[in-house]
């Protein structure tokens, strides 16, 4: 049997839909704690979010380039499973957490993929964005799949523009260990504002795309 694509529904904000998560059967719903983001969540309300999520869903934290001391913080009061760095850390930064902890990489069109993947040997996985200049992540841009070593593939969630549409086709193409999605399943205009259908569309989708592959 192929193992299932893991599956991570990001910038969730309100209880209902970290619980619908869970529902749907995502494995992990991602908090974002980078303050200039219109999914953003504060510690407080990223306290009330972890108290709602059921055993079993994993919760990740998304920080772009933030000080040792802003992690600290929500660690301090929220019960992250995972951490997520988006920005320029280092490998020596963020592994000094104690946390499981993943790295996003922008995939700028010029980088030397195989290069820049092994700048974090301690991450247990690699989260791949399209890249723009000004933004870190949540662009709802795809970029070419195919620039993805096979070799690394099983440590890849794939990012980057996927929604129901899509996320078949990208998972067909490169068989990552993992898709993420928070623009995807979000009404249109609305950043930040889950659509509860897309959602379930989104997992429906790529449990319709595994199943071809059992």
Partial sequence: MTRPTRIKLCGLRRSEHIRLAAELGA?????????????????????????????????????????????EAVLDRVALDCLQFHGNESNEFCRQFGRPWIKGVRMHPEAEVEQVLTEWPDARGLLLDAWHPEQPGGTGLTFDWQRIPAG????????????????????????????????????????GEKDSALMAAFVAAVREEDEKHD
């Fill in 152 to 191: 690394w593939r099983e440590r890849i969630v794939l990012a980057g523009g996927l929604t129901p549409d899509n996320v078949g086709a990208a998972i067909r193409a490169i068989r990552p260990w993992g898709v993420d999605v928070s623009g995807g399943i979000e009404y249109a205009g609305q950043k």
């Fill in 27 to 71: 494995d992990a719903a991602g908090l974002v704690f980078w303050p200039h983001s219109s999914r953003a969540v504060s510690i407080d309300q990223a306290a009330e979010l972890a108290a709602a999520a059921p055993p079993f869903l994993s919760l990740t934290g998304l920080f772009v380039d933030p000080t040792v001391q802003a992690v």
